[in-house]
């Protein structure tokens, strides 16, 4: 009795499943590598408003702590920005050089630089003890440039 209703179920379920795996494979490289832009200019804007907010004659507690949060979230989704063929092959306008992929373990161990500075940073960024800041921003920042002067193509 039950039969039908069943395997009609088991289908619907190997459908599903079958599409939510295809789905992220079937991303375009030019979306992702449009979406990885996005983030990293985010990104780029919440380090401005650290440096920004570090220039002012009483820093923004309330900036500096939504900044590291934005700064946090992007360390975490970078891990994704960088699928297969979404490099100098794409034949899309992208500065990611093809050691990012060649050399994926360098690459990766500037991810995680970058990760755990970024964790180190939202630590200290609402504490108001602006030493602490300023420096915690410094080795934050260093991680960027130390990835981009790797795998960054220059302008
Ligand atoms: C692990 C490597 C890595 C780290 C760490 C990293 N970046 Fe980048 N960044 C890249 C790559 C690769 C690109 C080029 C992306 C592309 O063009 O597809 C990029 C691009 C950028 C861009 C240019 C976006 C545009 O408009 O084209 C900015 C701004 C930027 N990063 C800021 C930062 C800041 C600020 C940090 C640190 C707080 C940082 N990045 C950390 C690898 C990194």
């Given at each position: 009795?039950?039969?039908?209703?069943?395997?009609?179920?088991?289908?619907?379920?190997?459908?599903?499943?079958?599409?939510?795996?295809?789905?992220?494979?079937?991303?375009?490289?030019?979306?992702?590598?449009?979406?990885?832009?996005?983030?990293?200019?985010?990104?780029?804007?919440?380090?401005?408003s650290v440096n920004d907010s570090l220039r002012a004659p009483s820093p923004d507690t309330g900036k500096l702590k939504?900044?590291?949060?934005?700064?946090?979230?992007?360390?975490?989704?970078?891990?994704?920005?960088?699928?297969?063929?979404?490099?100098?092959?794409?034949?899309?306008?992208?500065?990611?050089?093809?050691?990012?992929?060649?050399?994926?373990?360098?690459?990766?161990?500037?991810?995680?630089?970058?990760?755990?500075?970024?964790?180190?940073?939202?630590?200290?960024a609402?504490?108001g003890d602006e030493?602490?800041i300023r420096?915690?921003s410094?080795?934050?920042?260093?991680?960027?440039?130390?990835?981009?002067?790797?795998?960054?193509?220059?302008?």
């Open positions: 009795m039950n039969r039908l209703p069943t395997l009609n179920k088991f289908r619907i379920l190997s459908v599903l499943a079958v599409v939510g795996l295809a789905t992220p494979l079937l991303a375009a490289p030019a979306d992702s590598i449009a979406s990885r832009i996005a983030g990293y200019r985010d990104l780029g804007a919440a380090f401005k939504a900044a590291a949060q934005t700064i946090r979230a992007s360390a975490a989704h970078q891990y994704k920005w960088f699928p297969r063929g979404t490099g100098p092959e794409a034949g899309v306008k992208t500065a990611a050089k093809a050691a990012i992929w060649t050399n994926s373990a360098e690459f990766k161990k500037a991810q995680d630089a970058f990760a755990a500075k970024a964790i180190a940073f939202e630590g200290v609402a504490s030493a602490a420096s915690a410094r080795v934050l920042g260093a991680t960027c440039k130390s990835c981009h002067d790797q795998f960054r193509e220059e302008k």
